[in-house]
């Protein structure tokens, strides 16, 4: 018997659409070159992918504005749609699908009933939780609602953007709709934060195919976020780094020091402090970078970073790398181990400090159940 | 608001080493140890051009030190690619285009012959596939054009 689109593994796909060994192998290549891996991951993660399964993916989009989708659909390296046509089977998007109404909900219960425990779940936006989860609904049922039933069956959850990460604006001080992180609500499930407001297309997509590649979660940093892209902050990769060192900086947005190109930490850079992959990625295409613009980072990647003071202060005057700053989920362990969170810590963002508060009134779902 | 030829923008000239900037002497001394290896029985080794950071300078200056050799193959898979052997038997400057013509990947290859031009076993499995069903359309056709002189 033929089997289901579905069921084929990435090279039968690939063989049914025509795409030769070698058109694959550059594509692999291309990627691996963007994504900066070695040069010999290209034919290697070609030769995995030939036998991996096409995963499921489920997309849904909670509080949020879209801003992550649009940026995934601009990656270069690889496209988003080489990504659908070829490696993944995306199953439900709202933004994206045809489908609409009694149709698209049952194309997502269909997914997740057809694919259960293997299908990879894609968060885009926070999770309101005021107002009984009234702030954001879809075919009449709450995203807190939806976000546990489809998290039972996934295999992993990649949450896009810092909305779904971190928070992000929604919770940002004073939080109207009780908005939380995918973090706070599931557990016991691997969660791969690609955070930024929007991520980079090509950390997206790029975090994508090396999970469906691998078939693992990759490494993460303590922020649940992989290490190949946030393992070094701006700062470090910095073209104007050199003249951080050399004491060099501008001191307004049309100075001389401006005009040569100097640091921007003065000016509120906040590249020291913020993990990401901006300085060698790039952005559209790899055409350049916030501070290539003669704009400082706002370190958008980061927990917490719509509440830290000014995007125009300069570090040393805001409330960014404070000892024992820490993550949603980082606050949630803790607290489950019984340690006095605040105490422990030392200084806590006042974003932690209702997350214990939310934790202590609503035990982790997952948790909970499987318990 | 300062015109455009206003905005001071220094190129400074590369280091020499040798007539060659650091990063280039680096790259070339890194290619010797690769040739030695793979010239006897190593594995095939890649370097990522566009990982390294190399000003204009320096990669010309690159180009010109490896020089052109006698082959050069183009693979035409969503885009042009172009394989050219360098004036260094066995060291290849591999570019990758896509559709659009944009880069996407730059390789300097050390291989008897870069690992992407081989045919793959898989695809020839298909292929002949594809060939035997031309083969029996081909019979069939003149099988039936046999039956219809003679009847």
Not at chain 1, 82 to 105: C, H, K, P, R, W
Not at chain 1, 134 to 141: D, E, R
Not at chain 1, 301 to 306: A, D
Not at chain 2, 36 to 50: M, N, Q, S
Request: hydrophobic share 40%; aromatic share 6%; with cysteine.
């Amino acid at each position: 018997m033929q089997p289901l689109a579905d069921e084929l593994a990435v090279g039968d796909m690939l063989r049914q659409n025509g795409v030769s060994r070698r058109r694959f192998i550059k594509y692999c290549t291309g990627v691996a070159s963007a994504m900066a891996l070695p040069p010999w991951m290209g034919p290697a993660m070609a030769q995995q992918l030939q036998n991996a399964p096409r995963p499921s993916v489920i997309y849904l989009s909670f509080q949020e504005c879209t801003g992550c989708f649009e940026s995934f659909t601009r990656s270069f390296s690889p496209t988003m749609e080489s990504l659908i046509f070829n490696v993944i089977s995306l199953d439900y998007d709202d933004t994206l699908m045809a489908a609409a109404g009694e149709q698209a909900e049952s194309a997502l219960a269909k997914a997740m009933h057809d694919n259960y425990g293997k299908y990879v779940l894609i968060i885009d936006g926070s999770v309101p939780t005021g107002a009984g989860g009234g702030y954001c609904t879809s075919g009449g049922k709450s995203a807190v609602d939806t976000l546990r039933e489809a998290a039972q069956g996934a295999a992993a959850i990649v949450c896009v953007g810092t909305c779904s990460s971190f928070g992000g604006i929604p919770f940002a001080d004073p939080n109207p709709t009780d908005a939380w992180p995918v973090s706070a609500i599931v557990a016991n499930k691997p969660i791969i934060n690609v955070s930024g407001c929007p991520p980079i297309p090509e950390v997206i997509t790029g975090t994508l195919l090396q999970y469906v590649t691998t078939g693992k979660v990759p490494d993460l940093d303590e922020h649940l976020r992989p290490k190949a892209f946030f393992g070094t902050t701006i700062h470090d990769r910095c073209y104007r780094r050199s003249f951080y060192d050399q004491g060099k900086f501008a001191k307004t947005f049309d100075d001389e020091g401006a005009r040569n190109g100097w640091c921007l930490y003065e000016l509120g850079c906040k590249g020291p402090t913020t993990y990401n992959a901006c300085a060698t990625t790039k952005w559209n295409g790899g055409t350049s970078f916030p501070i290539e613009s003669g704009h400082g980072c706002i370190g958008c990647s980061e927990p917490g970073f719509w509440d830290k003071g000014s995007l125009y202060s300069p570090l040393s005057a805001t409330d960014w790398g404070k000892a024992g700053e820490s993550s949603p989920r980082q606050v949630l362990e803790l607290a489950a181990g019984g340690i006095v969170a605040g105490a422990a810590l030392g200084v806590v963002s006042a974003g932690s400090g209702r997350l214990r508060q939310y934790r202590s009134e609503h035990p982790l779902d997952i948790d909970a159940e499987e318990g | 608001m300062s015109r455009l030829s206003e905005i001071s923008v220094r190129i400074e000239a590369p280091t020499r080493l040798g007539g060659l900037g650091g990063g280039v002497a680096a790259v070339l001394s890194e290619l010797v140890d690769m040739l030695e290896k793979v010239a006897h029985g190593g594995e095939a080794a890649t370097i990522d051009l566009r990982s390294l950071p190399m000003s204009p300078e320096d990669r010309s200056a690159l180009q010109s030190a490896l020089g052109h050799g006698e082959v050069q193959a183009t693979l035409r898979a969503d885009g042009v690619s172009t394989l050219q052997e360098t004036g260094i038997s066995g060291l290849w400057w591999i570019e990758h285009r896509d559709a659009r013509g944009e880069l996407i990947a730059e390789l300097l290859e050390v291989a008897t012959t870069p690992a992407i031009l081989a045919a793959s076993t898989e695809d020839m499995v298909a292929a002949s596939r594809a060939l035997r069903s031309r083969l029996e359309v081909t019979h069939s056709a003149a099988a039936r054009m046999t039956h219809a002189t003679l009847s």
